[in-house]
């Protein structure tokens, strides 16, 4: 569902019409997927199909080599270069709501100089379910992850997320359905939880095998089974029959009868039986054991009770394997959940009654808290970001954006809002990554940010008014790019906005008056460096808006202005002046009338020589003659 990236799989309605109309229950959905594959192939012994993925977009295609004889026998894998960003996801189209066992098996690209072992997690629905750790290829349980997952959205995704060591490389993904009620563990069991398979042995047997080589119930995700002849060499011993085994493939794990005909069990000198794996600590474990007497010396009821302990707790006391299944040769199957604490897990079957312990098959998963997923608007809004700013290929962006939590999307923050049980986006730090492109109006659906830093990166255009609506904002830093227009009036709005860098851009014209207040509140923005922005405290004050026609009009007019003024200067000086030589010429005989360059103190003679007598006159003109 999200991300670019996206297998579209038309006929996987013929493939669930074509399922057996005879068969009292449907066959279980089933899609498998040959990674880097042209064509669809087929393999032995059991004729399975496996979908070209060829349409894919990302990765590369290339021949495979095969670490293990486990691993299907497919020519091809699909391998994923840092280059192409961290984290590459296949989403699967078109899958039933319901409970599936999803798998993927790992390869190595076949050419010499290939760094032969990459080393990358994987995740299924957002959450991790594997991490490999050197020396994968040399372990047949290890060159595939599994886990059991509720697909809710009719999509299946899967992502592989570089560490940094080799290319992630997969030859081959299965989604194969299982019962509804597989694994049931507990009240915590279902679609808050993840099954990852950590281990699953089949005792006694010396042979790994799948459920298909076993012709196991097809409900049951043809698993994988892992073989051991002994726990202890030489202080324990295979057993095994040929009779038939009752109860195995039932309701709702469909177990295959062949895992109940081997089995290891103690011998006089060592009775009881121990095994040891390594896990991770502090989690928790789903461990599933399977029993059936097929010992032809226990015959019936209270010939063979042990107590079963995982490390050191007694978590099933008195088992009786007669007794529980009822009879020789059915099988038994004991759940229990165990916390770990420490990096190992023993069992130990201690024998109470009788000689010897007996243990069939195990199986441990470790019990993974699903992960919620990002909001479905926000991984909108951010796929918009991401073609808006051209984002490099490097950065990958698929999947989804915040889980899983080991591998988010580089350039993101986020938080969890336990409220809506959903991830949202409350930081954008992309600043000095090159970018190009524009910003676009959709940004605003990232309604959570506090923080955008696009800071030293070269994108275009106008800053999108709707960037006003994220009202959480405290700080935007666009300095150092292209940003050109004017300040949108609607970051005025945006009222917890502390810091605010648009220096360094093309920005033009009146900063919202709204933004000018707030600096009064110890809040810090830049607006230097830009083509022309005006209006706050700081900034040169605006001018009206004024087009090129009326810039000329409006210089015409102050020139108009200006001769008007002279004219009525000169003129009001003219009056004047008639007026002071009508007084003058009043006061007495004007003797003086012709010389107008010493009018002045001409005047002033003739006020002093007039004083007492013109009162009238000088009263006329004081502001002239002081
Ligand atoms: C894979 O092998 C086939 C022949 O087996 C060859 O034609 C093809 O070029 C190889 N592909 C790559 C990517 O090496
Ligand atoms: C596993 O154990 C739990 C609790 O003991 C039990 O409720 C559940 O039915 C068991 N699951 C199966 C499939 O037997
Ligand atoms: C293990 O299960 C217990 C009880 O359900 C739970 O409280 C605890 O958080 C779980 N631990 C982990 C690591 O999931
Ligand atoms: C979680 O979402 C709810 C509903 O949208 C909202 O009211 C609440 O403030 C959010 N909590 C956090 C911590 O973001
Ligand atoms: C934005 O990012 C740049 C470069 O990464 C950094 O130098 C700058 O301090 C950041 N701005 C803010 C406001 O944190
Ligand atoms: C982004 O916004 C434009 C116009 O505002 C709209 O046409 C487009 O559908 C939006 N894209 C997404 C992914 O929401
Ligand atoms: C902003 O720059 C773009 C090109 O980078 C140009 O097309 C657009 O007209 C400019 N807008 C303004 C308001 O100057
Ligand atoms: C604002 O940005 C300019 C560069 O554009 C810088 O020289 C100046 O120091 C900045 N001012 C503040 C207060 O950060």
Redesign the pocket.
Known sequence: MLGRRRLLLPWLLALVLAAPASLARPAPFALRISCGAREDVHTPPTNTLWFKDFAYTGG????ATRPSFITPAL??LRYFPLSEGPDNCYSIDGVPIGHYSVRTFFGLV??PNFDNEPLFDVSVEGTQISSLSSGWTNHDDQVFAEARVFIADNTASLCLHSTGHGDPAIVSIEILQVDDRAYYFGPDWGRGTILRTVKRLSCGNGKAKFDSDYSGDQWGGDRFWDSVTTFRLSYDQESFTKESITQASLSPNYYPEGLYQTAIIGTSQQPDLEYTMDVDPNRNYSVWLHFAEIDTLVTGVGQRVFNILMNGDTIFQDVDIIKMSGDRYAALVLNTTVAVSGRTLTIRFLPKVGDIAIINAIEVFEIVMAESKTSVDEVRALQTLKDGLMLPLRFGWNGDPCVPQQHPWSGIDCRFNSTRNNWVIDGLGLGNQGLRGSLLPNISGLHHLLSINLSGNSIQGPIPSSLGTIASLEILDFSYNFLNGSIPESLGQLTSLKKLNLNGNSLSGKVPAALGGRLLHGASFNFTDNAGLCGIPGLPTCGPHLSAGAKVGIAFGACVTLLLLVMCSVCWWKRRQNILRAQQIAAREAPYAKKRTHFSRDIQLARHHNHGHAHSATENGPSLLS
């Open positions: 590369i295609p290339n021949n020519n091809t076949k050419q």
